[in-house]
């Protein structure tokens, strides 16, 4: 079978599509070539690098925690508690868990605290002993009836008939 015979310009835009393709793959190797040299060993420092000085920190081990020694307090409402032998001065944390209404604290020269039980909570108060031990009282306040304005739903009359 005989082929057509190719007119020149088909021909030239297909020479031209093989030398750009072989100049391409050719660059590619050159570019592969010169970054697969050897490169100069790296002289060794007395000082170590910013990376092996932040691994050092971080796999020496850390000082344990102190875990703090946890008072539980059961007041109702209305009762008055005094916590004594605290730190003079020191400042006290408090932390309600529920109802912020539930307890009042007064912090008292003499370093006590003095707790009042107005509704039915929970809070923890973070303190330091004269000792300079921390402690955490965790503080519940019983309360017969719900807190004040709280969302419980009430009871309604019984229905009277005619």
Excluded: C, F, W
Aim: net charge positive; proline share 8%; no cysteine.
């Amino acid at each position: 079978m005989l082929e057509p015979k190719r007119t020149g310009a088909s021909h030239r835009r297909r020479g031209l599509r093989n030398l750009t393709a072989s100049l391409t793959v050719a660059l590619g190797m050159l570019a592969m070539t010169a970054t697969a040299r050897p490169q100069a060993k790296p002289q060794a420092s007395s000082q170590p690098s910013p990376q092996a000085a932040k691994q050092a920190r971080q796999t020496q081990p850390a000082k344990p925690a102190k875990k703090r020694r946890v008072i539980s307090i059961t007041i109702n409402k209305g009762e008055i508690y005094t916590i004594s032998g605290l730190a003079k001065g020191v400042k006290i944390n408090s932390k309600v868990v529920a109802n912020p209404n539930a307890l009042t604290i007064e912090s008292q020269p003499s370093g006590d605290i003095v707790l009042l039980g107005t509704e039915g909570g929970r809070s923890k108060i973070g303190a330091t002993l004269a000792n300079g031990e921390k402690v955490t009282y965790d503080v519940t306040i019983n309360a017969a009836v719900p807190a004040i304005n709280s969302l419980n739903p009430g009871n309604s009359p019984n229905a009277m008939g005619p």
